[in-house]
Structure formats: C-alpha cells, structure tokens
C-alpha cells in the first residue's frame, strides 16, 4: 500500500523558513520524479516544483522561483521542500505527490489532482505576521 506523509508545515512570519518532508513507502520511491503541490484555502491545486527520479532535474512555478528549494534522498525514500523567503500568499496545505507523467520541461502549471497518482495527507503552511 501506497503511503505519502507530509511533515514540517506550521505558522511562520513573513520572511521566514520551512523545511518540508514527505516520506515515501509502498513503492520504488527512486524510480520516480516527485512533486510538491498545494491548495490554498478557496483556491484551486497549485502545482510548486517537481524533481526527477536522479535528483539531477528540478522545476519550479514562477511564484516560489528563487525562493523554494526541492530536494530528495533517495535511500530514505523521502522528499524535502526548503521554502526561504516565505509570503502571505504562500498559506496553503502543502502535499507531496507522484506525477503520471514527468519530462524535463513538462508543463504542470495547468495540473489537477487527477494528473498525479499518489499524494498525501497535506501539511498546513501559515504565513501571517
């Protein structure tokens, strides 16, 4: 069984930092490129970044470009998200997902929760002064 598990959200001020995780079981984790997506409250799934199976290719939305860093360890079967520089707009529940489909340049920015296979139970990241 397929599990997802999103950890290291909270409240934070502005201008601040997380580190989110997302340990992975139940499938060949290195295998497969990973995405961070979020929702925010009354709003659509955004999608964040995506890594790919290598940890050799990673993408970013233009909104948290610069800002948000997408990592993986592949040994422990789990998916990180340093976000630096955190604004108000950043508030949302944060999930880490497996896409259906990935290739370097693939466009997300259009995706909903039917174009990932996996995802978790999502992490709650606050960002309010």
């Known amino acids: 069984e397929v599990h997802l598990v999103e950890s290291g959200g909270g409240l934070v001020q502005p201008g601040g930092s997380l580190r989110l995780s997302c340990a992975a079981s139940g499938f060949f984790f290195g295998n497969y490129a990973m995405t961070w997506i979020r929702q925010a409250p009354g709003k659509g799934l955004e999608w964040v970044s995506v890594i790919n199976d290598r940890d050799t290719s990673t993408d970013y939305a233009d909104s948290v470009k610069g800002r948000f860093t997408i990592s993986r360890d592949n040994a422990k079967n789990t998916l990180y998200l340093q976000m630096n520089g955190l604004k108000p707009e950043d508030t949302a529940v944060y999930y880490c997902?497996?896409?259906?489909?990935?290739?370097?340049?693939?466009?997300?920015?259009?995706?909903?929760?039917?174009?990932?296979?996996?995802w978790g139970q999502g992490t709650q990241v606050t960002v309010s002064s």
């Open positions: 997902a497996k896409p259906r489909y990935y290739s370097i340049g693939y466009d997300y920015t259009a995706a909903t929760f039917s174009d990932f296979t996996y």
